[in-house]
Antibody, heavy 119, light 106 residues
Framework: EVQLVESGGGLVQPGRSLKLSCVASGFTFTDYWMTWIRQAPGKGLEWVASITNTGGTTYYPDSLKGRFTISRDNAKSTLYLQMNSLRSEDTATYYC????????????WGQGVMVTVSS | EIVLTQSPTTMAASPGEKVTLTCRASSSVSYMHWYQQKSGASPKLWIY???NRASGVPNRFSGSGSGTSYSLTISSMETEDAATYYCQQWSSNPWTFGGGTKLELK
């Protein structure tokens, strides 16, 4: 059974940093691209970052480039999201997802982790 | 960036009613994917590659479309289908989602 378990969320002050983790199990982690997607309270879904199966290439929307960094440790089957210079608009539930083999949709989602940016 | 516009934003359907949700893209896309999200839960892949049902999705759900216009249809609404549905594309970077359609039970 595929499982994605996020951790590391919480309340953080504006301008500070936070690092999310996602432990994957039930599949061969090194075979899949992975992606973070977020959802602000009461809002829709927003793609945050993606990383290739080897970790060699990363992708971000222009709006987040430079503040967020996605990475992975294939030996630990763990995905990370380093978030710097956090703003109130980064307040959201962050989902760890597995991209399909064609990399064009997201076939498994974690339970999500809440990040609240507030003073 | 390809913008996806879903309509309606909210709708209510009675049990047994046929339901059609629409997703329009600002430019042509090769495939459309759909997710179902119930309140307080993570989204689930529902329809992929325009017309394929994900594992466990009832066959009353179907997807269709091409180019800039796609739809998700429920042939006969059931209580458990009340949820928010999102469309999503990746014909061109970045991956984008529609704003969602909230489907309620009448």
């Amino acid at each position: 059974e595929v499982q994605l378990v996020e951790s590391g969320g919480g309340l953080v002050q504006p301008g500070r940093s936070l690092k999310l983790s996602c432990v994957a199990s039930g599949f061969t982690f090194t075979d899949y691209w992975m992606t973070w997607i977020r959802q602000a309270p009461g809002k829709g879904l927003e793609w945050v970052a993606s990383i290739t199966n080897t970790g060699g290439t990363t992708y971000y929307p222009d709006s987040l480039k430079g503040r967020f960094t996605i990475s992975r440790d294939n030996a630990k089957s763990t995905l990370y999201l380093q978030m710097n210079s956090l703003r109130s608009e980064d307040t959201a539930t962050y989902y760890c997802t597995r991209a399909s083999t064609g990399m064009d949709y997201f076939d498994y989602w974690g339970q999500g982790v809440m990040v609240t940016v507030s003073s | 960036e390809i913008v996806l516009t879903q309509s309606p934003t909210t709708m209510a359907a009675s049990p047994g009613e046929k339901v059609t949700l629409t997703c329009r893209a600002s430019s042509s896309v090769s495939y459309m994917h759909w997710y179902q999200q119930k309140s307080g839960a993570s989204p689930k892949l529902w329809i992929y590659d325009t017309s394929n049902r994900a594992s466990g999705v009832p066959n009353r759900f179907s997807g269709s479309g091409s180019g800039t216009s796609y739809s998700l249809t429920i042939s006969s609404m059931e209580t458990e289908d009340a949820a928010t549905y999102y469309c999503q594309q990746w014909s061109s970077n970045p991956w984008t989602f529609g704003g969602g359609t909230k489907l309620e039970l009448k």
